[in-house]
């Protein structure tokens, strides 16, 4: 299997917080189906980039999409199942 390019792993990323709020990393690479050991600085580029944020919740640190975030799920209709990334590991996570 070859592996996810950055983009593909930011919008995987993306798309799962666009169906679930204030996940774990751990929780995020799961449902995304990328490797848990995914360096942290894909979801610091995303924070970066005002596309997701990170929040403490107690001893924890969670994720949830912003409005830009959901923004561009929409801007490549992530959420339809002919999106351009038809073929790839990105796909509708129901």
Avoid at 38 to 43: E, Q
């Amino acid at each position: 299997m070859l592996a996810l390019s950055r983009m593909e792993m930011y919008l995987a990323i993306i798309k799962v917080l666009d169906n679930w709020d204030l996940i774990t990393q751990k929780q995020i690479m799961c449902k995304a189906d990328l490797d848990v050991a995914t360096p942290k600085d894909c979801l610091s580029f995303l924070v970066n980039l005002g596309l997701i944020v990170e929040k403490n919740l107690g001893t924890k640190i969670v994720y949830s999409i912003t409005e830009k975030g959901q923004k561009l799920i929409q801007y490549f209709r992530l959420q339809e199942d002919e999106s351009i990334f038809g073929g790839t590991r990105i796909h509708r996570i129901d």
